[in-house]
């Protein structure tokens, strides 16, 4: 059983920063490709990053590219969102993901264990 748990989430002003970190139990964390995934209120659950587990590659949303940065650390078993220039639009739960599938990094369904979430509000 894998855990998944984020933290770092909160409460800032449009152009702030934010720095969301995602802590995974198990040994075999940088074996699999890890993705943060964001939910607004009303609306579906979005991709937003998502890492290689070597941490060499990475995929961005549209949206956050430029803005957000995505990096892991194995031997702590961490992975990282940074969070720049945030706007009201990025207001959301973000969670963290393992990827298992070999397809579609931007599909939940590709994705086998889950964080709780971690609130992100930005005021304007």
């Known amino acids: 059983q894998v855990q998944l748990v984020e933290s770092g989430g909160g409460l800032v002003q449009a152009g702030g920063s934010l720095r969301l970190s995602c802590a995974a139990s198990g040994r075999t964390f940088s074996m699999y490709a890890m993705g943060w995934f964001r939910q607004a209120p009303g609306q579906e659950r979005e991709f937003v990053v998502s890492?290689?587990?070597?941490?060499?590659?990475?995929y961005y949303a549209d949206s956050v590219k430029g803005r957000f940065t995505i990096s892991r650390d194995n031997a702590k078993n961490t992975v990282y969102l940074q969070m720049n220039s945030l706007k009201p639009e990025d207001t959301a739960v973000y969670y963290c993901?393992?990827?298992?599938?070999?397809?579609?990094?931007?599909?939940?369904?590709?994705?086998?264990?889950w964080g709780q979430g971690t609130q992100v509000t930005v005021s304007s």
């Open positions: 993901a393992r990827k298992t599938g070999v397809a579609g990094i931007r599909l939940p369904s590709e994705y086998d264990y």
């Open positions: 890492i290689s587990g070597s941490g060499r590659t990475t």
